[in-house]
């Protein structure tokens, strides 16, 4: 089984701060997405990251995908508290099913 | 996008009873998941199918089985539920890269 470390597991912070969520593994991925999910709610894609070194923005969120493909990064620019949520990372090996990390649970303090 | 559907946001149910947990998509789309969520544990798939009638064990598909008679609905059963299957059930769909997920339903037996 393809192991996905998240870290941190849990991450609260004031509104307005920058902060950085990890996704690590041992396994090269030929795609790696990161997903949000809210309280009661299933899992929301972000974004799918598919070349090595790849950096793709959506508003204040940057991702990036390792060089290697076994890591990736998500970097939030001025939290807002509707950032608040479990975000999770899950990576493919072509056309293999997802693995999913176990996630970061990220409070924004108003 | 796909859009998912799970019958039922909440259910209680007594040990030993049979439950349907019923999905549905509708994208005309092979893929279709069951993912259980626990805290700690992240999201663990319990059964997939990637075409109708077809259907292939996940990671932990003890106590339960599926069915896939029509492509856009693709229901989870629980023979004969027990306490230790209290959980958050996720069915997904996926087109490409990306999981849509329905909005869950969270399971109590008693």
């Known amino acids: 089984t393809q192991l996905l470390e998240q870290s941190p597991q849990f991450l609260s912070i004031q509104e307005g701060e920058n902060l950085t969520v990890y996704c690590n593994s041992s396994?090269?991925?030929?795609?790696l997405q990161w997903y949000r999910q809210e309280p009661g709610e299933g899992p929301v894609l972000l974004v799918t990251v598919v070349t090595g070194g790849e950096v793709k923005k959506l508003k204040r969120l940057t991702f990036q995908f390792g060089d290697a493909r076994k890591d990736s990064s998500l970097h939030i620019t001025a939290a807002q508290p509707g950032d608040t949520g479990l975000y999770l990372c899950?990576?493919?090996?072509?056309?293999?099913?997802?693995?999913f990390g176990t996630g970061t649970r990220l409070t924004i303090i108003p | 996008d796909v859009k998912v559907t799970q019958s039922s946001r909440y259910l209680v149910k007594r040990t030993g009873e049979k439950v349907f947990l019923e999905c549905v998509q509708d994208m005309d789309h092979e893929n279709m998941f069951w993912y259980r969520q626990d805290p700690g544990l992240g999201l663990r798939l319990i059964y997939f199918?990637?075409?109708?009638?077809?259907?292939e064990k996940g990671d932990i598909p003890e106590g339960y089985s599926v069915s896939r008679e029509k492509k856009e609905r693709f229901s989870l059963i629980l023979e004969s539920a027990s306490t230790n299957q209290t959980s958050m059930y996720l069915c997904a769909g996926s087109r490409g890269y990306g999981y849509t997920f329905g909005s869950g339903t969270r399971l109590t037996v008693v």
């Open positions: 199918s990637y075409d109708v009638k077809m259907k």
């Open positions: 396994s090269v991925f030929s795609s």
């Open positions: 899950a990576g493919a090996r072509g056309n293999e099913k997802l693995t």
